[in-house]
């Protein structure tokens, strides 16, 4: 762990390799992405609201509103190993836009059938699924892309810049899911549909080539079974790199946490008397600690080591989470908690996507992706599992106080690991591949 970690595979000249970067701004490719992306995760957070309040709005209890949660992240979670080896042989274009256009069609039926009144939970659940899955499927594919966008100093920057679209959408697209649910409860569903349509029509303008010519690089061309090559060559990278497999334990945490805490929130606000557009509001102005994380993100990696950045982040944690114990009830109250808290998803967010990008060859982008990810989210389907019957059953303080110590316990993992309190600065390179970084055939 110690020394400089380097980029073991350097850029196609399709990707760029130009002493002096476009700047992002004024990168077309990656601006018309950037915008596509930000309309879609828009109408994405309006449906992640309305979700659990149809369910609880039908059914009435939150233990049935984790069921859904729990059934969204699983099915997301089982996607990502094979999507991952997917988007490495796939055309990344044509599975960025197919992927969009597949959320939108789920969204506009899941529309419909609330509209005419015959929208049960296997259906929501369904159609939570196909959005899951579809989430998946772009992701690996776009982060595989990045690297043929822009130049490699650039990209802590764009990573940065598409983590303050997530946390952009996720400051307004709570509130707006919660007042169009009161106004139609057919309406966040909608609008989530155009929003991908427009999305994939976007990525079609795309003009760049999205991955380097066949046969280029460790681990293509394929040939090996899909699942194999994911076990055999995301795994396999993952083993090799001292660096992902620490960032790697300092995720799955704070991924089990998220997912509970939230869902206690709308629970408890809802227990409390507040009606679906407060809920929304209140978790939009939550999500304002997101933004801000984003825009720090930056400044944050070039001014301060790495170990300080991660550690920061997880002891951050269970301080806002622990404080949500005392608050619980209090909707804004518990709001300008949360937002403390999500301030450290971006951050930790653009250090493990750069270290992750920089460190794997562009041939393997999507089965490490997927493999990182994986293992990263393992904990988080049953966020919403235990969170939901936590609540109906100790009440919104105990689950809150339970959640804090499992922080603590990750946090205090995590500071004991020397590799942790060691970990690199990453220096991006712009050469040809690494022989000696790529994986034996014996690997492989």
Same mark, same amino acid.
């Given at each position: ?9 350097? !850029? $196609? ?11 992002? @701004?004024?990168?077309?490719? %990656? ?105 998946? &499927? ?14 490699? $100093? ?18 307004? /697209? ?44 460790? /681990?293509?061309?394929? !040939? ?9 060559? /995301? ?47 209140? &978790? ?16 944050? &990696? @070039? ?26 009830? !209090? ?20 250090? %493990? ?34 969170? /939901? ?13 339970? &959640? ?16 942790? @309190? ?15 970084? !790529? ?6």
């Amino acid at each position: 762990m110690s020394g400089l970690a380097t980029v073991p595979e350097g !850029r $196609s000249p399709e990707s760029g390799g130009d002493p002096a970067p476009v700047p992002l @701004r004024r990168n077309r490719d %990656f601006q018309v992405l950037w915008i596509g992306q930000s309309i879609a995760h828009l109408g994405n957070q309006t449906a992640l609201l309305a979700y659990p309040l149809l369910v609880l709005a039908v059914h009435g209890t939150a233990a049935l509103a984790g069921v859904l949660g729990f059934a969204a992240y699983a099915a997301g979670l089982a996607a990502r190993l094979p999507a991952g080896a997917f988007c490495d042989r796939a055309d990344r274009r044509w599975t960025m836009a197919s992927s969009e256009a597949g959320r939108a069609l789920a969204m506009a039926v899941l529309a419909v059938a609330v509209i005419a009144g015959a929208a049960p939970v296997w259906l929501v659940i369904a159609v939570a699924v196909v959005d899951s899955v579809g989430l998946e &499927l772009f992701r690996f594919a776009e982060r595989g892309a990045l690297r043929h966008i822009v130049h490699p $100093s650039q990209v802590p920057s764009a990573l940065a810049r598409n983590e303050a679209r997530a946390q952009a959408a996720a400051l307004a /697209g709570p509130a707006a899911g919660g007042w169009l649910f009161a106004a139609g409860h057919a309406l966040p569903f909608g609008a989530n549909a155009v929003t991908h349509l427009v999305a994939a029509l976007a990525v079609g303008t795309v003009r760049r080539p999205l991955r380097e010519p066949a046969g280029g690089g460790p /681990g293509g061309p394929e !040939r090996r079974p899909l699942m194999r090559a994911v076990f055999r060559e /995301g795994f396999g990278w993952i083993r090799r790199t001292p660096e992902l497999r620490v960032l790697l334990l300092a995720a799955i945490g704070p991924n089990l946490v998220f997912g509970a805490a939230v869902l206690v929130i709308v629970a408890a606000a809802r227990d409390a008397g507040a009606g679906g557009g407060a809920i929304g509001t209140a &978790l939009s102005a939550a999500s304002l600690g997101g933004l801000l994380g984003a825009v720090a993100a930056p400044a944050l &990696l @070039r001014r301060l080591p790495p170990p300080a950045v991660l550690l920061g982040t997880a002891w951050l944690l269970p301080a806002a989470i622990g404080g949500l114990a005392l608050l619980s009830g !209090r909707t804004w109250a518990m709001a300008a908690l949360l937002c403390g808290a999500v301030f450290t998803v971006p951050v930790f967010n653009t250090l %493990f996507g750069a270290y992750q990008i920089q460190l794997t060859p562009d041939a393997l982008q999507g089965r490490v992706a997927g493999a990182a990810t994986f293992v990263t989210g393992a904990a988080q389907p049953f966020g919403p599992l235990l969170g /939901g019957p936590l609540f109906d059953a100790a009440g919104a303080a105990a689950t809150f106080a339970l &959640l804090a110590g499992l922080l603590v316990l990750s946090a205090a993992a995590l500071t004991a690991l020397p590799a942790a @309190r060691r970990l690199p600065t990453i220096t991006p390179r712009e050469a040809g591949p690494d022989p000696a970084a !790529r994986p034996s055939e014996e690997e492989t």
